[in-house]
């Protein structure tokens, strides 16, 4: 993992923080809220919406999703092979 790993990875865990305290806040208060007694989308539902698919988005780039974790492929190691990995 190289520096620039470390500070997306920083990212992918703030993005998933902003969603899940949106997550709380939805849960609490509702998708929908009434302003001047008129119903209409709550705004943090929106921003979590947001978050949501920016975190997904990050997870892919780490191979965190089933469909991203099926194109991952794993570099060759310059080790040579060790006859007794099998045992």
Not at 17 to 31: F, H, L, N, S, T
Not at 50 to 67: A, C, D, I, K, N
Request: aromatic fraction near 6%; include cysteine; proline fraction near 6%.
């Amino acid at each position: 993992m190289t520096g620039a790993d470390v500070t997306a990875l920083g990212l992918l865990c703030d993005s998933w923080a902003a969603y899940e305290a949106c997550r709380a806040i939805v849960q609490r208060e509702g998708r929908v809220i009434e302003v001047d007694g008129i119903p209409k989308r709550h705004p943090v539902d929106r921003i979590m919406a947001e978050t949501w698919e920016r975190t997904v988005s990050m997870m892919r780039e780490f191979g965190l999703t089933p469909s991203s974790r099926s194109r991952v492929s794993a570099l060759k190691s310059d080790e040579p092979e060790n006859p007794f990995d099998q045992f």
